[in-house]
Nanobody, 124 residues
Framework: QVQLVESGGGLVQSGGSLRLSCAAS????????TAWFRQAPGKEREFVTA????????RYADSVKGRFTISRDNARNTVYLQMNSLKPEDTAVYYC?????????????????WGQGTQVTVSS
């Protein structure tokens, strides 16, 4: 079992940066694949990025490629999402997800553990 808690959201101007954190309790985070999803008002939850267990392969949605970076600090049992060059369309609740299998899936149901989400608002 693992519990996930996101933090780091807030209000930022267009072009700015934020770093989200996802702290895990329970088993070592290094044994899990992890991901970030986001959900804007009135829209479906969508895939942002994933980091596979073991080899650390990553995958990014086209909309964030080159602007967002996922990373993991195993000593702190924490996954990060560095978001640069933010745009108003990045406004959403951002969710951290984890799964004990090797996965980079963009499908929400492929991920078993979820955090409660953190709000990111980008003003124009």
């Amino acid at each position: 079992q693992v519990q996930l808690v996101e933090s780091g959201g807030g209000l930022v101007q267009s072009g700015g940066s934020l770093r989200l954190s996802c702290a895990a309790s329970g088993r070592a985070f290094s044994s899990y694949s992890t991901a970030w999803f986001r959900q804007a008002p009135g829209k479906e939850r969508e895939f942002v990025t994933a980091l596979a267990r073991g080899d650390g392969n990553t995958r990014y949605a086209d909309s964030v490629k080159g602007r967002f970076t996922i990373s993991r600090d195993n000593a702190r049992n924490t996954v990060y999402l560095q978001m640069n060059s933010l745009k108003p369309e990045d406004t959403a609740v951002y969710y951290c997800a984890a799964d004990s299998t090797y996965t980079l899936s963009v499908v929400r149901t492929s991920w078993y553990y979820w955090g409660q989400g953190t709000q990111v608002t980008v003003s124009s």
